[in-house]
C-alpha cells in the first residue's frame, strides 16, 4: 500500500506503480466512485484492443484508437521489471 499527499488545489498524485498497472498516461479518464470511506479510481475503457488475423492467417493483436504505441524498447522495459 502506498500513500500519497492531497495538494492545495485538491489533486492526488498516483503512485508510478499503479499508473503502470493500469496504463495510464497524460490525459487519461479516470472513473471516481466513493463507496463508504474508499475513494475507488478505475481507468475508463476505449483503448481496447481487438484480435485480427494478419496478412499469413497468424493472430496479430491490434490496438483500439488512442492507445500507447507499443515498441520493442517499451516492451522490454515491462519485461526488466518483472521479477
Known sequence: MSSTTLST???LVIPTQYR??????PGDKVEVT?????LILERRSGRAA?????RFGRPV??????APAITTAS???ILDELP
Open 61 to 66: 493483436l491490434v490496438s483500439g484508437p488512442g
Open 75 to 77: 516492451v522490454n522495459a
Open 9 to 11: 488545489k485538491g489533486q
Open 50 to 54: 481487438k484480435l485480427t488475423r494478419g
Open 34 to 38: 466513493l463507496e463508504g470511506q474508499r
Open 20 to 25: 503502470r498497472a493500469l496504463n495510464l498516461r
